[in-house]
């Protein structure tokens, strides 16, 4: 995985950026993040439309937020995934349709028992995902290195790249899960 600049690499790769939350459905190529710490990226694919969404929220709870109205709700786990799940119905994502991923939250300082970002991160993560019903197929969180992931869209693949190690598939292509069975089912194209 490359890191770009731009939220748009000359390939058509959208890249999310800390505190951002992009939607795109194929033929855009793919959905990207990097340098996942303490943040956490919730990686969302509907395998019928093959529409994806990536959130990269920064910090567990908008509470901490002084600003009128709010800032960004995708700078906070409580605000950016009920805004996440939101956008995908808003372009015709069905909740029974999605596949969803977890990566990051990791414990990037030396001594990180005094914040714990990764953890209430995490912690508030599941907490909206409770509130809302929804569940993870793959999860890669916790540890100390930090992390990259990219969907593509046209599969549903999703690969994972901690620290400078080599990629690995978090989630495969298609439509098998585990626990699930969607052979019967067919991908709109």
Same mark, same amino acid.
């Given at each position: 995985?490359?890191?770009?600049?731009?939220?748009?690499?000359?390939?058509?790769? +959208?890249?999310?950026?800390?505190?951002?939350?992009?939607?795109?459905? %194929?033929?855009?190529?793919?959905?990207?993040?990097?340098?996942?710490?303490?943040?956490? #990226?919730v990686v969302v %694919?509907?395998?019928?439309?093959?529409?994806?969404?990536?959130?990269? #929220?920064?910090?567990? $709870?908008?509470?901490? $937020?002084?600003?009128?109205?709010?800032?960004?709700?995708?700078? %906070?786990?409580?605000?950016?995934?009920?805004?996440?799940?939101?956008?995908? #119905?808003?372009?015709?994502?069905?909740k029974h349709s999605?596949?969803?991923?977890? +990566?990051?939250? #990791?414990?990037?300082?030396?001594?990180?028992?005094?914040?714990?970002?990764?953890?209430?991160? %995490?912690?508030?993560?599941?907490?909206?995902?409770?509130r809302h019903g929804?569940?993870?197929?793959?999860?890669?969180?916790?540890?100390?290195?930090?992390?990259?992931?990219?969907? $593509?869209?046209?599969?549903?693949?999703?690969?994972?790249?901690?620290?400078?190690?080599?990629?690995?598939?978090?989630?495969?292509?298609?439509?098998?899960?585990?626990?699930? $069975?969607?052979?019967?089912?067919?991908?709109?194209?």
């Amino acid at each position: 995985m490359r890191k770009h600049s731009s939220s748009e690499s000359a390939g058509g790769e +959208v890249v999310v950026g800390v505190g951002d939350c992009r939607i795109a459905r %194929y033929p855009v190529p793919s959905l990207s993040t990097f340098a996942l710490g303490s943040c956490i #990226a919730v990686v969302v %694919y509907d395998w019928k439309t093959r529409t994806g969404g990536l959130l990269h #929220a920064m910090l567990p $709870d908008s509470s901490i $937020d002084r600003s009128p109205g709010g800032s960004n709700p995708f700078v %906070y786990m409580d605000t950016g995934v009920p805004e996440l799940f939101q956008r995908l #119905a808003a372009v015709g994502c069905s909740k029974h349709s999605l596949r969803c991923c977890v +990566v990051g939250g #990791a414990a990037m300082m030396a001594d990180s028992s005094l914040f714990e970002i990764g953890k209430r991160n %995490y912690l508030a993560l599941r907490k909206a995902f409770w509130r809302h019903g929804i569940l993870t197929d793959q999860e890669d969180v916790g540890g100390f290195e930090s992390r990259s992931v990219r969907l $593509d869209l046209e599969t549903g693949r999703i690969v994972l790249r901690k620290g400078a190690g080599s990629e690995r598939v978090l989630m495969p292509a298609g439509l098998s899960l585990p626990g699930r $069975d969607l052979s019967h089912a067919s991908v709109a194209r």
